[in-house]
């Protein structure tokens, strides 16, 4: 999987996903919308990895 270079830290998407959830849970989003959030982004690593393949 890519990695992307911040700030001298290199984090791969799932890493950079991770941390952006951390943040949408601070703010304190539903469970739902939590749920959903992951839900969509496996689904768009299942697209990515079609696209790459």
């Known amino acids: 999987m890519k990695s992307v270079?911040?700030?001298?830290y290199v984090?791969?998407?799932s890493e950079m996903f991770e941390q952006f959830?951390?943040?949408?849970?601070?703010?304190?989003l539903a469970k739902r919308t939590?749920?959903?959030?992951?839900?969509?982004?496996?689904?768009k690593l299942g697209e990515f990895s079609l696209?790459?393949?």
Request: charge should be positive; aromatic fraction near 18%.
């Open 5 to 8: 270079n911040i700030g001298g």
């Open 11 to 13: 984090y791969s998407i």
């Open 34 to 43: 939590i749920n959903e959030y992951y839900k969509n982004f496996q689904f």
């Open 51 to 53: 696209i790459i393949s």
């Open 21 to 28: 959830m951390l943040i949408k849970k601070g703010e304190g």
